[in-house]
């Protein structure tokens, strides 16, 4: 029985120690600060056509408002990250040649009041000059290093880098490494003025109020004293003085205002591109709060199961003098013990049980010195709680023994604790609620997850490569149609596609108005980009009209159904010819059938079509279907590879076949999935450990019964029914109970999924049905036993 107990309270344990230092890690961003009351991001908050957009940046031309006007704001620091992935060419001394780095993130422009709203402790150089002095960089101490390796960091200011051949910086300054967990990972930043002065104005027009990119970002610190209120009413002022709305349009369906959000909240803001999700981290906790739930209701269960075998023993030391006080410091002190010994299970269980919650580690979690100190602290204070969780109602009812009715043996008669009592009954039907609860979600999470992956999308993505390209948006070339023709001479391909992005991806919108029943409406449409070859590649249906030509650019679009009935066109064919709502510049080509723009959790939405392909970042490639073992895509691929790298000598390959992109849309739901799994095997794993220890007591209390039994004419399976029937119908129970949940949360879950698969009654019954198969599985393991035991043997035994 303590061998179950110990199992049972380990792995809980467990799981609440790595769930303890995941959510730990993640409730610790950005919270170092010396003032993180004070220090906010200025945020923008859009509707547009009715249709709300949250954005971490702002219009360019608010910074050096802020600087300029607002009142009650101490710093502020515009941080534009421009570069994704960056070519680095370090100037070494010694070296004839430049030492290049690829790849390289993290890379901003910035002002100095930078490293002093983040207290950044500058280590070499300065700082100071970043507001006016263009071509510096003010590098971490781990690219320092990396950069200048063996180089002491006091001469490292002064040497020349270059950023994609084309801006060349001297390092001002080094500043000190992060100690904290933070979601503003700077290692290099690039002084503010370097950006006109490299060419590149575009990036940084002061003069567009109605442009926002979340790669432009401000950040405050308010002077003490200063109420964010304050500020904000400022801010909103300033933007709509220099942002007025158009004539005639509806502030309830389309505006733009400013929003300030405390540093400490960036991290769990996913409406503002935080990393962390809330919900994720919740739905953690309350896994560890089942989890060890579960251990604890297996330790109160086979503790009091095994009431009678103490009863004598608290009879005696009741007799000779024990007080009650000293018998429940005795049972707390014995749970204490084997809390202990669960503990150091669960410390050695932790590697396999990290696991399972792999995919919910941050890459920041390390388990090192610190953590370990984190644990030294948690795992006592837990010991205590399951301590006092698990022990004290046995210690109390145990207690409870009366010498009297202990010497008759009528210690446990008509008690909680007898084999009809209801406390355990109770506890066992709700280790199986949470049991069942687990098995119906991992039922419904994974066959929604197959019904997603297996929809009809209403275009093709077998065999269907997404190839990226070296695209610079401000320094456009036409190599992609140099590739594009060169491929073309490929057999293993079959068409070719020149786009922004695919027929799944990207989420560029545009407002259009539109005529409806005498009324003028304004609609959000998505908007894709693609040539002629576009329609035939994705087999997408084109209903009516004809497909798009080069020469169509922005003159003529196509449009799926959905934009079409908005306009008031119940047939595709009335739409063609007409112009594309209000716009009197844009014909209307042709009318393609509805086709899914985005994940099965997104509805069909309004959609147009362009051959607008200035930004051709992408280029769609057909391959000829893979024959029997051929590997003749393969092949292909590593050929249409050889052509890119005589295109494009300094970039790498990418490319990523289409139907595997599309799985990367449920990411989450696959996490999810895998969590469900392991999850449902722990807590079935935990529910039947207890099951069995309570069959185990039971058949050992119940032996003299089943040896007259036996002696008297049953059959083993008439003892393992006898044996089985009552905790058979506590697990149905606890399957009734806990279908209605499952029904109800499953439910809500899926609201999310405009495409869904149905939640039939199948799903239910074969849940129940499973988990009721597993405890008969598990009672039968025993019960067996029991059953065919010598009934000479029983009738001996004392």
Same mark, same amino acid.
């Given at each position: 029985m303590s061998t179950l107990n110990i199992l049972g309270l380990s792995i809980g344990l467990s799981a609440s120690l790595i769930i303890y230092l995941i959510v730990q890690y993640q409730l610790g961003f950005d919270k170092h600060y010396a003032h993180p009351d004070r220090i906010y991001r200025v945020v923008t908050h859009m509707r547009f056509a009715g249709t709300d957009?949250?954005?971490?940046?702002?219009?360019?031309?608010?910074?050096? /408002?802020?600087?300029?006007?607002?009142?009650?704001?101490?710093?502020?620091?515009?941080?534009?990250?421009?570069?994704?992935?960056?070519?680095?060419?370090?100037?070494?001394?010694?070296?004839?040649?430049? @030492?290049?780095?690829?790849?390289?993130?993290?890379?901003?422009?910035?002002?100095?009041?930078?490293?002093?709203?983040?207290?950044?402790?500058?280590?070499? +150089?300065?700082?100071?000059?970043?507001?006016?002095?263009?071509?510096?960089?003010?590098?971490?101490? !781990?690219?320092?290093?990396?950069?200048?390796?063996?180089?002491?960091?006091?001469?490292?200011?002064?040497?020349?880098?270059?950023?994609?051949?084309?801006?060349?910086?001297?390092?001002?300054?080094?500043?000190?490494?992060?100690?904290?967990?933070?979601?503003?990972?700077?290692?290099?930043?690039?002084?503010?003025?370097?950006?006109?002065?490299?060419?590149?104005?575009?990036?940084?027009?002061?003069?567009?109020?109605?442009?926002?990119?979340?790669?432009?970002?401000?950040?405050?610190?308010?002077? /003490? +004293?200063?109420?964010?209120?304050?500020?904000?009413?400022?801010?909103?002022?300033?933007?709509?003085?220099?942002?007025?709305?158009?004539?005639?349009?509806?502030?309830?369906?389309?505006?733009?205002?400013?929003?300030?959000?405390?540093?400490?909240?960036?991290?769990?803001?996913?409406?503002?591109?935080?990393?962390?999700? @809330?919900?994720?981290?919740?739905?953690?906790?309350?896994?560890?709060?089942?989890?060890?739930?579960?251990?604890? @209701?297996?330790?109160?269960?086979?503790?009091?199961?095994?009431?009678?075998?103490?009863?004598?023993?608290?009879?005696?030391?009741? /007799?000779?003098?024990?007080?009650?006080?000293?018998?429940? +410091?005795?049972?707390?002190?014995?749970?204490?013990?084997?809390?202990?010994?669960?503990?150091?299970?669960?410390?050695?269980?932790?590697?396999?049980?990290?696991?399972?919650?792999?995919?919910?580690?941050?890459?920041?979690?390390?388990?090192?010195?610190?953590?370990?100190?984190?644990?030294?602290?948690?795992?006592?204070?837990?010991?205590?709680?399951?301590?006092?969780?698990?022990?004290?109602?046995?210690?109390?009812?145990?207690?409870?023994?009366?010498?009297?009715?202990?010497?008759?043996?009528?210690?446990?008669?008509? !008690?909680?604790?007898?084999?009809?009592?209801?406390?355990?009954?109770?506890?066992?039907?709700?280790?199986?609620?949470?049991?069942?609860?687990?098995?119906?979600?991992?039922?419904?999470?994974?066959?929604?997850?197959?019904?997603?992956?297996?929809?009809? !999308?209403?275009?093709?993505?077998?065999?269907?490569?997404?190839?990226? &390209?070296?695209?610079?948006?401000?320094?456009?070339?036409?190599?992609?149609?140099?590739?594009?023709?060169?491929?073309?001479?490929?057999?293993?391909?079959?068409?070719?596609?020149?786009?922004?992005?695919?027929?799944?991806? +990207?989420? &560029?919108?545009?407002?259009?108005?539109?005529?409806?029943?005498?009324?003028?409406?304004?609609?959000?449409?998505?908007?894709?980009?693609g040539d002629s070859n576009f329609i035939p590649l994705f087999g997408i249906t084109l209903l009516a009209g004809r497909n798009l030509n080069i020469a169509d650019s922005n003159k003529a679009f196509l449009i799926n159904e959905s934009f079409a009935r908005e306009m008031g066109y119940m047939k595709p064919a009335e739409a063609v010819g007409h112009y594309l709502g209000q716009d009197k510049n844009i014909l209307i080509a042709g009318v393609m059938k509805d086709f899914n723009l985005s994940s099965s959790r997104t509805g069909i939405m309004p959609m147009a079509l362009r051959a607008e392909l200035r930004d051709h970042s992408e280029l769609q490639i057909a391959l000829r279907p893979e024959s029997a073992g051929a590997g003749n895509q393969k092949k292909t691929i590593l050929e249409i590879e050889k052509y890119f790298k005589a295109l494009y000598p300094g970039n790498d390959f990418i490319y990523n076949y289409y139907d595997q992109e599309i799985k990367d849309f449920y990411q989450s739901e696959q996490k999810l999935a895998k969590l469900l799994n392991w999850s449902t095997g722990l807590s079935v794993f935990i529910s039947c450990l207890g099951l069995l220890g309570l069959v185990i007591y039971t058949a050992n209390q119940r032996q003299k019964e089943i040896g007259i039994r036996k002696v008297l004419g049953a059959s083993i399976t008439q003892v393992v029914n006898l044996l089985s029937k009552d905790f058979l119908k506590l697990v149905i129970i606890a399957c009734v109970i806990a279908i209605p949940i499952a029904w109800w949360a499953c439910n809500d879950w899926l609201r999310d999924f405009p495409f869904r698969a149905p939640l039939s009654a199948w799903i239910f019954f074969a849940g129940g049905m499973g988990l009721i198969t597993i405890a008969f599985f598990i009672l039968s393991i025993k019960t067996i036993k029991a059953a065919a035991a010598n009934p000479v043997d029983s009738l001996r035994a004392e």
């Open positions: 957009f949250k954005n971490s940046g702002v219009p360019l031309p608010v910074a050096p /408002t802020v600087k300029r006007e607002i009142t009650g704001i101490e710093k502020s620091a515009a941080i534009h990250s421009r570069f994704d992935e960056v070519k680095v060419s370090v100037d070494r001394p010694g070296n004839s040649k430049k @030492i290049e780095f690829k790849k390289q993130k993290h890379i901003s422009f910035a002002d100095e009041d930078f490293f002093d709203i983040f207290e950044k402790k500058i280590l070499a +150089g300065t700082s100071k000059g970043m507001n006016t002095e263009p071509g510096v960089v003010v590098l971490s101490e !781990t690219r320092a290093r990396l950069y200048f390796p063996n180089v002491p960091l006091e001469q490292i200011p002064g040497s020349v880098i270059t950023y994609n051949d084309t801006i060349q910086v001297h390092v001002g300054g080094i500043f000190a490494n992060e100690t904290y967990q933070t979601d503003l990972k700077q290692e290099e930043v690039i002084s503010l003025p370097t950006i006109k002065s490299a060419g590149l104005s575009q990036l940084a027009d002061e003069t567009q109020w109605t442009s926002v990119s979340s790669s432009s970002e401000l950040y405050i610190r308010l002077s /003490t +004293g200063t109420k964010p209120t304050t500020v904000l009413k400022q801010l909103q002022g300033a933007f709509h003085k220099y942002s007025k709305p158009q004539p005639g349009q509806d502030p309830a369906k389309n505006f733009t205002k400013l929003v300030l959000q405390p540093i400490d909240s960036l991290h769990f803001s996913q409406e503002y591109g935080g990393a962390a999700n @809330i919900k994720t981290l919740n739905g953690l906790m309350i896994l560890a709060a089942f989890l060890l739930l579960l251990g604890c @209701i297996n330790f109160i269960n086979l503790s009091t199961a095994q009431a009678s075998r103490r009863a004598k023993e608290i009879g005696i030391r009741k /007799t000779v003098g024990s007080t009650r006080k000293q018998l429940i +410091g005795q049972f707390l002190s014995e749970t204490f013990l084997l809390t202990v010994l669960a503990s150091m299970l669960a410390i050695i269980l932790t590697p396999l049980l990290l696991k399972i919650f792999s995919d919910f580690v941050p890459e920041g979690l390390k388990f090192d010195e610190t953590t370990w100190k984190k644990i030294l602290i948690f795992v006592p204070l837990l010991i205590v709680v399951v301590s006092l969780l698990a022990g004290f109602y046995p210690a109390i009812v145990l207690s409870k023994f009366k010498p009297v009715l202990v010497l008759k043996n009528q210690a446990y008669a008509n !008690t909680s604790l007898s084999r009809t009592g209801w406390l355990r009954k109770t506890l066992t039907v709700s280790q199986f609620i949470i049991a069942q609860f687990f098995v119906i979600a991992t039922i419904v999470v994974g066959r929604q997850i197959h019904y997603s992956l297996n929809m009809d !999308t209403g275009f093709k993505k077998e065999n269907i490569v997404t190839l990226t &390209m070296p695209f610079d948006f401000y320094k456009p070339d036409d190599k992609i149609f140099v590739l594009t023709n060169k491929l073309k001479s490929l057999s293993g391909i079959e068409r070719l596609s020149i786009s922004g992005t695919p027929a799944i991806n +990207g989420s &560029m919108s545009s407002a259009y108005k539109i005529q409806k029943e005498g009324k003028e409406y304004e609609i959000n449409v998505q908007v894709r980009n």
